[in-house]
């Protein structure tokens, strides 16, 4: 096992109806608040007037900034942090999905410095400060409402990059399964997908002795297999979606990275098809994951085996290891079709143009991945695979 340190300072506040203590969780924080969201879910499900509410509740003056897109862009992240600057906002609140929460974390951190906010992305300054942060998550996935993590798409130059740092963990995060209710087939499916390959990030790992870390991996992906398919037969129920919820919080939240070389190689990949193509960041894992698998799984046969038994209860018997480690493989693919994602970019409309392109963004600061380090003719072979 690595050394390690986990800090997350995230308080998680989980339930239903929890929204009712938003103001009184804001309110330590001043009663300047800008409220981020996106493209109108939260006014269709009543939520924005129960978030008003609370801020009323604590005399809050409110700004708002909504119509923040998925995959969301550069531009709309500056138009935040100039109503931070003009209105001398105290507090950012994001309510929504991935997408909000981290527009709402780069407005956070971009409101205190005086370049760009994109130059934290490309290693141009670190963060040094930001204003504080809250959410209210609506969507089961990218776990950004208990981590420091951000994503944000620079549409005129087709790049997507991400920048993490400590001082932008939301100070608090209120997840209700019920407001996940009212999230479409298409993006459940996507959280899944999302959700699964987080833990692959961090479970395809070369460190040994590490089976507390394995098992909470499995127990998540297992989780949310079980719970996915629960969700997309009855999107109201409550159960599956509480599980769903927690598990996309804990795939991403430090744990199971601790004492563990993560990977993120499939990750900065489909971010590079999501630049150019602006496509669902759980659809483009989706088609990416399982070819990235049979591209590295000899570089650890053993640990692909042990994720055919113990997820998808593959038998190994008469089988040689390299034939349970494709059943799983498989299995994945096998799943990830049964839900609804795509398995082929020609699927989403890509065709080969760009895929040069991507695999030469992708590698721009070198290999990447650690389970397998992948060069640029490693990431254009995954890409043709995929299409
Ligand atoms: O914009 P609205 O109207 O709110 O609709 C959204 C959006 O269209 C809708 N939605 C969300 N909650 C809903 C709902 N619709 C009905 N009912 C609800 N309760 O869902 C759509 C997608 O939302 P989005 O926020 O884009 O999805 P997600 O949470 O999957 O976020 C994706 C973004 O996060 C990044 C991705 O790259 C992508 O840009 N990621 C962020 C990470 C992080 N910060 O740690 C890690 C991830 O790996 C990922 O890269
Ligand atoms: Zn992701």
Known sequence: MNAFELFNPTKLVFGPDKVQQLGELVKPYGTRVLLVYGGGSIKR??????????LEGIGASVHELSGIEPNPRLTTVNQGIEICRAENIEFVLAVGGGSVIDA?????????????????????????????????LTLAATGSEMNGNAVITNWETKQKRAFGSKLVYPKFSILDPKLTYTVPVNQTVNGIVDIMSHVFEQYFSLTTDIPLQERFAESILLTVIENGEIALANGSD???????????????????????????????????????????????????????????????VGKFVQYAER???????????????????????????RIGAPATLGELGINGDQLDRMAEEATQFGPIGNFKKLSKEDVLSILEASL
């Open 311 to 337: 997820v998808w209860n593959i038998d190994a018997n008469g089988k040689s290891e390299e034939e349970v480690a494709l059943a799983g493989i498989e299995a994945t693919r096998a799943y990830f079709t």
């Open 104 to 136: 709402a974390k780069a407005i956070a951190a971009g409101a205190l410095y005086e370049g760009d906010v994109w130059d934290f992305t490309v290693f141009k300054a670190v963060i040094q400060k930001a204003l504080p942060l809250g959410t209210v």
């Open 238 to 300: 409550y159960d599956a979606r509480a599980n769903l919820l927690l598990a996309g919080t804990y795939a991403l939240n430090g744990t199971l990275a601790t004492g563990v070389t993560s990977d993120w190689a499939t990750h900065g990949i489909e971010h590079e098809v999501s630049a150019i193509y602006d496509i669902a960041h759980g659809a483009g894992l989706a088609i990416l994951f399982p070819n990235w698998m049979k591209y590295v799984y000899k570089e650890r």
């Open 45 to 54: 499900s009543g939520l924005y007037e129960d978030v008003l509410s609370q």
